[in-house]
C-alpha cells in the first residue's frame, strides 16, 4: 500500500531548511570542534531566550536531561516523585534512575494531563517533587500544580520534552518550575538530526549543578579535576548548530501545525474526539491526539487508505512491568483512554488537503 499520508514527515521538513543546515554543517566541519563548539554555548543561549528563562544546559537526550535535574536538586533513595502515568516511559526512568520512588497519578479526561486534585491527594511524608508532564504540545496545569507544590515544600519539575514554544497563562514550558527537561529526538517540534536534549532554570547555580555532573564531575577551574561523580550527557556541537537553525523556524512551524489541527477539529466525524484544550493554555501540537470508540476498526481504514498513524501511550506507566511495582491501584480515567487514543498524522508541511483526505477516510469508518 502506497502512503498518502505519512504520519510525521521529516524529510520535507528538512528540505525546506537545507542551505541553512548545509551552512551549519560546513561551519562545524571548519573549525572541527566537534564536542564543546561555540554552536553549543549559541544555541544553549538562544533556547534559554526562547523559553523565556536565565539559563540552558544542553545535554545528551531529554531522558538525561530529567535524570540531571532530579540529581541536581537532590532527590534520590528515600524520595518519592509524582508523576502522571499518561507519559512516555523516560519520565518514570528518570525518577528511578535517581533512586527515588514513582508515585502515579490520574489525568483529568478531557486533557489527558496530570489531574491536581489526583496530585494533591497523592503527596506524602516522603514526597520531594512533582513532574507536570506536559503531554501532546499542551502544557499541564502548572499555576495549580505550581501552588501545591509551593505549599508543601516540593521541587515542581517540567517534563517538556513535547512542548517546545507552548505557553500556560502567556508564561513558555520550561518557565514554571525550578527546571524543566527538553528532548530534541528528531520527531520534536524542535528536533536535532539525531539525539539531543536540554535542561532550562532561573536558578544558576542549579544549571552550575547539572553541568558539573554531565561533564564526569570535572571541575570548571582544573578540567583534571573531577570533584564529583558524574557521567557523560553532552550536546554535540553538529546537533547544537542543527537545532540552532530550526529554533529559528520553530514558532512559525508551531503556528503551522495549529492550524492544521484546527482544521481537523472542524473536519473530523462527531465520534472522533480531539483531546480538550485547558482555556489558559496555547498548544503547539506534538501530536494531534483523539479519542476513538473502536480502535481496530479504525486504525483498519486508515491502512487501507495509506494513512499513517500511532499511539501515544496504549498501556499506561502504572501498567508497564517495569513499573507494575510502583502501581498503588486502578487508575481509571488513564485506563480507559488508553485503549481509546489514536494519533493522527501531523507535520509542519502537511498540507491542509491532506487533513482533509483524512477526515474524508474517517467520515466513512462504520462507527
Known amino acids: ?46 533556547f534559554a531566550a526562547h523559553c523565556e528563562v536565565a539559563h540552558c544546559a544542553g545535554v545528551a537526550n531529554g531522558t538525561d536531561a530529567l535524570e540531571l535535574i532530579l540529581a541536581g ?64 504540545g499542551q502544557m499541564a496545569d502548572v499555576d495549580a ?21 507552548a505557553r500556560y497563562q502567556g508564561r513558555r514550558a520550561g518557565s514554571w518550575g525550578a527546571a524543566a527537561a527538553f528532548s530534541f529526538y528528531p520527531g520534536k517540534n524542535l528536533g536535532a538530526l539525531g539525539d539531543g536534549g536540554a535542561a532550562v532554570s532561573d536558578d544558576a547555580q542549579l544549571i552550575d549543578r547539572i553541568r558539573l555532573l554531565a561533564d564526569h564531575g570535572r571541575s570548571v577551574d582544573d578540567r583534571f579535576v573531577h570533584e564529583v561523580s558524574g557521567r557523560n550527557s553532552r550536546l554535540d556541537t553538529l546537533q ?15 503556528e503551522a501545525r495549529v492550524a492544521l489541527v484546527e482544521r481537523y477539529r472542524r473536519g473530523l ?33 486508515l491502512d487501507a487508505a495509506g494513512i499513517g498513524w500511532g499511539l501515544h501511550y496504549p498501556v499506561p506507566c502504572h501498567r508497564q512491568p517495569a513499573f507494575a511495582e510502583y502501581a498503588d491501584g486502578p487508575l481509571p480515567v488513564v485506563e480507559e483512554a488508553a485503549g481509546r487514543i489514536l494519533s493522527l498524522p501531523l507535520s509542519p508541511g502537511m498540507a491542509p488537503e491532506q487533513v482533509d483526505l483524512v477526515c474524508e477516510v474517517l467520515h466513512d469508518v462504520p462507527i
Open 1 to 46: 500500500m502506497t502512503t498518502t499520508v505519512p504520519f510525521l514527515d521529516l524529510a520535507a521538513v528538512h528540505l525546506d531548511l537545507r542551505d541553512d543546515l548545509d551552512v551549519a554543517w560546513k561551519e562545524v566541519l571548519a573549525h572541527g570542534r566537534f564536542i564543546g563548539g561555540p554552536e553549543v554555548a549559541a544555541f544553549e543561549a538562544a
Open 73 to 136: 536538586l537532590g532527590i534520590g533513595p528515600g524520595d518519592e516523585v509524582i508523576v502522571p502515568a499518561n507519559t512516555f516511559v523516560a519520565t518514570v526512568e528518570a525518577v528511578r534512575t535517581a533512586g527515588a520512588r514513582p508515585r502515579f497519578v490520574d489525568v483529568r479526561p478531557d486533557t489527558l494531563l496530570a489531574d491536581p486534585a489526583a496530585v494533591a491527594a497523592a503527596i506524602t511524608p516522603r514526597t520531594a517533587a512533582i513532574v507536570a508532564v506536559h503531554l501532546f
Open 145 to 165: 500544580l505550581g501552588k501545591l507544590a509551593s505549599r508543601h515544600g516540593l521541587a515542581l519539575i517540567e517534563d517538556a520534552a513535547q512542548a517546545h514554544g
Open 240 to 254: 547544537a548548530a542543527a537545532l540552532r537553525v530550526k529554533l529559528a523556524h520553530l514558532d512559525r512551524m508551531n
Open 269 to 301: 466525524p462527531s465520534w472522533c474526539v480531539p483531546v480538550a484544550v485547558d482555556p489558559a493554555a496555547d498548544p503547539v501540537y506534538h501530536l494531534a491526539v483523539v479519542q476513538v470508540p473502536d480502535r481496530p476498526t479504525v486504525t483498519s481504514a
